[in-house]
């Protein structure tokens, strides 16, 4: 049988992540039968080495989006895993990845099926599990970095707060399925969670080879807290707010005055207009 060769793409600047754990990754692999390479995540572009047969990203889902990029240009179909240490993690949440470094290589030197995931194009860059324009995104643009990295998703609370006294209310327009909408906030789900344990699209997932939308006609403080309170309650049932639009595409494009941020799987990877598409392509995730 020949070796596994683990190329692990590590993100030294992740919320979570420690040297430590990372080392006791790479021994539980080596202990397991593994041959591991230790790249860094940083820089551009990423190289998949040509030995490697399993791919980890080890940090966030921003971490993923480079990771799995890199193995996209190989030509390969190189299976992947991500060993959670970014500060959500929503795909990992999703594909039930653990933090123990001894399960964690059980799982990926094992025999089981790879799980296809599908992701979007976002112009030049990947979208896993959600996107959005709207207070939120405008939140994630305000965030500090060094901030994000002392107290990780508290952060974002920080951000938030700096949002609240200067409120955007973009006037956007989407179009998809033939049709066009106008309204002022938008959430574009993947997968299914959405900032933690949270989903506003009960019936996305990260194999479906759809988008599922929630628009918000008007996004004034109260509608977006009203909205937020649903998620934060995990009310799966949204239908029943008049100020929601809800609805399923493979391709979205999204219009707005003001150019305003959007957001893709916790960080800003583009302002409007743009446009994001189920990419034909699938990975596979041990």
């Known amino acids: 049988m020949n070796q596994a060769v683990v190329q692990l793409f590590v993100n030294g600047l992740a919320g979570s992540l420690s040297h430590r754990r990372v080392e006791a990754l790479r021994r539980a692999l080596e202990d397991a039968g593994a041959r591991v ?28 989006r480079h990771v799995t ?45 790879p799980r296809l995931g599908r992701y979007a194009h976002l ?14 995104s405008a939140a994630v643009a305000a965030l500090a970095p060094r901030l994000k990295r002392v107290i990780g998703r508290l952060a974002y609370g920080v951000a938030f707060l700096r949002v609240l006294s200067r409120w955007p209310r973009p006037t956007l327009k989407l179009a998809a399925n033939g049709e066009t909408i106008d309204c002022e906030a938008v959430f574009i789900a993947k997968g299914y969670y959405y900032a933690g344990p949270w989903s506003f699209a009960p019936h996305a997932a990260a194999d479906d080879p759809f988008l599922h939308v929630v628009a ?17 309650l995990h009310r799966k049932d949204l239908s029943r707010d008049a100020n929601l639009i809800r609805f399923g595409c493979d391709a979205l494009r999204i219009e707005g005055d003001g150019a305003p941020p959007l957001q893709a799987d916790g960080d800003i990877v583009a302002t409007l207009p743009v446009e994001l598409k189920i990419a034909t392509e699938t990975q596979g995730f041990i």
Do not use: K, Q, W
Not at 71 to 88: K, L, N, Q, Y
């Open 69 to 113: 990029a890199a193995v996209a240009r190989t030509g390969r179909a190189i299976p992947m895993s991500i060993f959670p240490s970014g500060t959500v993690n929503l795909l990992a949440r999703e594909y039930g990845y653990g933090r123990d470094p001894a399960a964690f290589a059980r799982r990926i030197l094992g025999s089981g099926t």
């Open 37 to 64: 390479i230790e790249s860094p995540s940083g820089g551009d572009p990423l190289r998949v080495a040509d030995e490697a047969t399993h791919v980890c990203a080890v940090g966030g889902d921003g971490t993923l």
């Open 123 to 136: 112009g030049d860059t990947m979208m896993f599990t959600c996107a959005s324009v709207g207070p939120d």
């Open 216 to 232: 918000l006609r008007r996004a004034r403080r109260r509608d977006f807290a009203r909205f937020m309170l649903a998620l934060l």
